[in-house]
């Protein structure tokens, strides 16, 4: 039985690659930061699966990462934490790159210590690419991070090439463009544009509240993706891969298609400018050439636009609906 360790696991992606992988026949090993309050929504199907076990670790503490490691020596590293909220990253930037970059470093240092023969995945961002150099965006585009978060990132990019070309270690990165699905955060647009006109529809609330509308993204199924994770550490030898369905859509699209999907057919009598929500610097357009992970892995995404905001606009309404 193959061992997997996923730091994250309680996330969206994090959990969507652990009932995976239990699919798959592994053992799954899931990183859990000990807090006063503890959120296993995301897992809790799958958290007494005899196959999958939490374990203790922050990604700040790199002992405990290490003696984790040590005890499990894991086939496979999936490092999915992060401090991932693009906005948060300008009001905790320091924060935000001891976990999403410097934390980076403590994992692979941890695994080259005690189970160098490990593969392990990163997951890199589209964000990294920021004002983008050329469209779309491919595996050799120059990056140019508009965020602190973009640029905690791709620190942790660079590190994980970095080790791999130092040490020799099967490391990878996944640069993932927008992937999302009822699981995400309800701070993130897309499930809080799915989750505001669900409660607009069902008389809760009157407006939806966004930033900028024009804003576009290259956005995807977090399903689909996973398995993506798994097939790049699959590999005879270790490269980075951009995933993207290759499409762009603006938060404006987003939101239409949400209200149809509701039934709501004004979208602009219930939107609501909020200026808060700008960001400081505004990455305006993503779209990602996946054709690498194509020809070689033969990975592409399955569900599409339409299919994802009618996923989550739908769940939204089943949840806001039981919660009545």
Not at 22 to 45: A, D, P, W
Not at 54 to 69: F, K, M, P, R
Not at 125 to 135: A, L, N, P, T
Request: with cysteine; aromatic share 10%; charged share 25%.
């Amino acid at each position: 039985m193959k061992k997997a360790f996923i730091t994250g696991v309680t996330g969206q992606d994090g959990s969507y690659l652990a009932e995976f992988l239990l699919e798959k026949g592994y053992k799954v090993y899931g990183m859990n930061r000990r807090s006063s309050t503890q959120n296993y929504s995301r897992i809790e199907h799958i958290i007494h699966n005899p196959n999958f076990e939490l374990v203790s670790g922050d990604l700040l503490d790199e002992h405990s990462i290490t003696n984790a490691l040590m005890i499990i020596q894991p086939d496979e590293i999936y490092n999915l934490a992060a401090q991932s909220f693009v906005h948060a990253s300008w009001t905790q930037p320091v924060l935000t790159g001891e976990f999403t970059g410097i934390g980076v470093t403590r994992m692979l240092e941890a695994m080259k210590a005690v189970c160098p023969k490990a593969r392990f995945y990163q997951a890199s961002s589209s964000e990294m690419f920021g004002k983008v150099q050329e469209v779309p965006q491919k595996e050799s585009t120059p990056f140019y991070p508009r965020s602190p978060y973009g640029v905690a990132k791709l620190y942790g990019h660079w590190i994980t090439v970095n080790y791999r070309e130092s040490y020799g270690l099967f490391t990878v990165s996944g640069i993932l463009f927008n992937h999302e699905s009822p699981r995400r955060g309800l701070e993130f647009v897309t499930r809080k544009i799915a989750n505001a006109v669900a409660r607009v529809k069902l008389g809760k609330q009157e407006k939806v509240r966004l930033g900028n509308l024009e804003a576009k993204r290259d956005w995807g199924y977090a399903k689909d993706y996973v398995e993506m994770m798994w097939l790049m550490l699959q590999q005879q030898t270790p490269e980075d891969f951009v995933i993207a369905t290759g499409e762009t859509h603006s938060v404006r699209e987003f939101l239409v298609e949400s209200c149809n999907v509701a039934g709501i057919e004004d979208w602009e009598a219930i939107f609501e400018h909020d200026p808060s929500m700008d960001r400081p610097a505004e990455v305006d357009l993503l779209i990602g050439d996946s054709s690498k992970a194509k020809k070689i892995l033969g990975w592409e995404p399955k569900t599409t636009f339409k299919e994802l905001v009618k996923i989550m606009v739908e769940a939204e309404l089943k949840s806001e609906t039981n919660k009545s």
